[in-house]
């Protein structure tokens, strides 16, 4: 049954790209060619959102901190970001990390489950409600994305029995129907648009038991016409050039796109709708 009320009072959200927001910027087009542009994403839509909920209903605007920084594994994650959350004293914490871990081959999905379930035994230990986060389906995908849908899938079920064991809330972007649509999705094929974002925030609201502001938030897009052969053959390669290789070559190097960055609202403020 959804609740109508805003119980939280000061939210922290913690991960890696997906939670910092890439590529949804307000104040102009974002991408990796422009990483300084200010990002807003789902995270930040959510703050606002529950924010102006609880104004309404006569409290004091939501607090909002948002330390997720792109490209971290989850250890790292969990080993910076989790203290500093909790040293904020909030009452609720998104957590969501080991998106970066999937994409590599190695990784020991069971592994991540436990430090993931570490992570949460500790903020609900302090008394901090928790919204965790599935993986997306990735059926619909290119080749190089749907071979991690296995690993995705066994994390999403240890992510729902994390959630069951600690009483903890669950944004199911595996069951979100619109977001398997790649208009959707930046060209880099990893990170959301805008409007995915947008709607991102509205399942999260439904995660944490709260009604959406459309009941349409999940209704797949208009179908359009299939993309000829021979364009989907060049898109497949520009993506490959000015994505995957750049992403590959970091890799080798053993460099990330967020080692010189820093949290970009490290500090919990009133979050003011306009």
């Not at 094929?189 to 999940?218: F, K, M, N, Y």
Request: glycine share 8%; hydrophobic share 40%.
């Amino acid at each position: 049954m959804l609740e109508r009320t805003v119980r939280w009072s000061r939210y922290v959200a913690l991960g890696d790209s997906f939670t910092e927001g890439l590529w949804d910027s307000p104040d102009g087009v974002a991408g990796p060619d422009q990483p300084d542009v200010p990002l807003r994403g789902w995270a930040d839509v959510l703050a606002a959102r529950l924010s102006a909920r609880r104004v309404a209903a006569g409290e004091p605007p939501l607090e909002y901190a948002n330390l997720a920084i792109r490209g971290r594994l989850l250890r790292p994650i969990l080993a910076d970001q989790v203290p500093a959350a909790i040293g904020l004293r909030p009452d609720l914490v998104s957590l969501i990390g080991g998106g970066n871990d999937i994409l590599r081959p190695s990784a020991d999905v069971d592994d991540l489950a436990r430090q993931l379930e570490s992570a949460v035994v500790r903020l609900r230990a302090a008394g901090i409600d928790v919204l965790l986060g599935t993986g997306v389906d990735t059926v619909d995908s290119g080749r190089l994305i749907r071979v991690t849908r296995a690993r995705v899938a066994t994390y999403n079920a240890h992510i729902w029995s994390i959630a069951r064991r600690h009483d903890a809330h669950v944004l199911d972007l595996w069951g979100m129907r619109s977001v398997r649509d790649w208009r959707m999705w930046a060209d880099d094929r990893i990170h959301l648009t805008t409007e995915g974002h947008a709607r991102v925030a509205q399942a999260a609201l439904v995660g944490l038991g709260l009604p959406p502001d459309d009941e349409a938030w999940d209704d797949p897009l208009a179908p359009q016409p299939p993309t000829p052969r021979l364009e989907q053959l060049r898109g497949d390669a520009r993506w490959a050039r000015d994505h995957v290789y750049p992403w590959a070559t970091r890799r080798l190097r053993g460099r990330s796109s967020g080692d010189t960055r820093r949290p970009k609202r490290p500090v919990p403020e009133p979050v003011v709708e306009a």
